[in-house]
């Protein structure tokens, strides 16, 4: 056990080298002294801002420095041991931290510049009449058991029915400490194959359905948005909200010329609310659409580049003749579909944050 503590306690050493943890106590420093100066909270977004990057970081060096302290009295306590119960209950701590460390590096593949922060997830059906309707539902109950597995909130922004069954499409805030950087691993064309409950003749159908993510941005990004560039449309909302829900044109749809991006809000009490809400769900996906523009000029400077269409879906889940959920980025397989279905996500996550690393 002597020669595995020391070679993790090295790579703890390592690891803390690489996330730059004795800079991070000197921003740390800084941060502690503009919080301590006259008038901090006077400007109440700032101060709030600078507390909780200053807590981030606390709990970001806090975590490694204890976890190098535990590697270190492990491997003092190894050199008295004398009993073989004594060298077990040692075994045990070694394997816990073994544990920690291997949880606490999983965060390492975190590094997006958006990866802490919430997000917003919408899904559209595609073509395929009711099957996709019904299939973005399934997706939807999925994202959202998966959410629910963390501990994350959930809010419905916006939804429109299907007429017979499931959803044409919904639009959902998901706040939780680093909610866009799992989240992201979702974006993309879903295909269902299984035999349809809407056809009398049990035919298999296959069904598309489109899962958008983006990051719910901070206030002090600035994306530029030009009041010309706007068309904002109110009509009856038909979500929750109150008594006024249905007899106030209370809901609000954006549209952005220049891109054609459309964004509609109808669950908030009141047409303000619902403007704001929709004008920051549109500032995240200009954000995003500006990430993927200078992503594709990238990948095509190195041959890579593949349009975002139906066909390059990211994952089939296959239901009939035989039970299978694929990724087609990452090559990630399980056949058990029907515990994905149900938020079991973590392996698929893993995979494609392991495999944009590469």
Known sequence: MKDELQNLKQKIEDTKKLLKIEKLKLKMEKLGEQMNEEGFWENQE??????KDYQDIKEEVEKWDLLSDRAGDLLELLKMVKTGKEKKDLQKDFEK????????????????????????????????GTDSQDWAEMLLRMILRFCESRGWQTKIIDESKGQEAGIKSVMLEVKGKYAYGYLKSEHGTHRLVRISPFDAEKMRHTSF??????????????????PEDLRIDTFNSSGAGGQSVNTAY??????HNPTGITVSCQNERSQTQNKETALKVLKSKLLKLEEERLQKEKQELRGEYKSAEWGNQIRSYVLHPYKMVKDHRTDYETSEPDKVLDGDLDDFMIAYLKRIKE
Not at 209 to 226: G, H, Q, R, S, Y
């Open 46 to 51: 700032s101060a709030t801002a600078i507390s």
């Open 209 to 226: 359905a489109l899962i958008e993510v983006v990051p719910e941005i901070d206030n002090e990004i600035d994306v530029e948005i030009k």
């Open 97 to 128: 931290l073994q544990k920690d460390f291997d949880d606490y590096e999983f965060f390492l593949l975190f590094d997006g510049p958006y990866d802490k922060n919430n997000a917003i997830v919408a899904i559209h059906s595609g073509s395929g």
């Open 250 to 255: 209370s809901a609000v749809r954006i549209v």
